[in-house]
């Protein structure tokens, strides 16, 4: 798998994603604590996205400590999205 992996939660998106639409409207404000990365912008996160999707640029893929989940329920990743300090 390509070095793409990070602590904490990535989401792997593009525009004009239905799928990806959702899971940011769902997440909210909640949101801003994973890492967000267009795979449009940037050709080793489209390569990444493809790696782990049987060659398929399929958004949105989320990564939560290192492991790779592909169009996930919105509710379960913000179940998983690191809590803000107290």
């Known amino acids: 798998m390509p070095e793409q992996q990070q602590?904490?939660?990535v989401i792997y998106w593009r525009p004009g994603c239905g799928f990806s639409a959702r899971?940011?409207?769902v997440l909210g404000e909640v949101?801003?604590?994973a890492s967000w990365r267009n795979i449009w912008e940037d050709e080793a996160d489209a390569a990444f996205v493809r790696s782990v999707n049987d060659g398929n640029e399929t958004v949105p893929t989320v990564v939560i400590d290192?492991?790779?989940f592909t169009n996930p329920d919105p509710q379960w990743?913000?179940?998983r999205l690191?809590?803000?300090?107290?």
Do not use: S
């Not at 690191?82 to 107290?86: A, I, K, L, S």
């Open 77 to 79: 990743v913000r179940e």
């Open 7 to 9: 602590d904490g939660v």
């Open 66 to 68: 290192g492991e790779p």
């Open 82 to 86: 690191p809590q803000p300090p107290d």
């Open 23 to 25: 899971l940011r409207a």
């Open 31 to 33: 949101g801003e604590r």
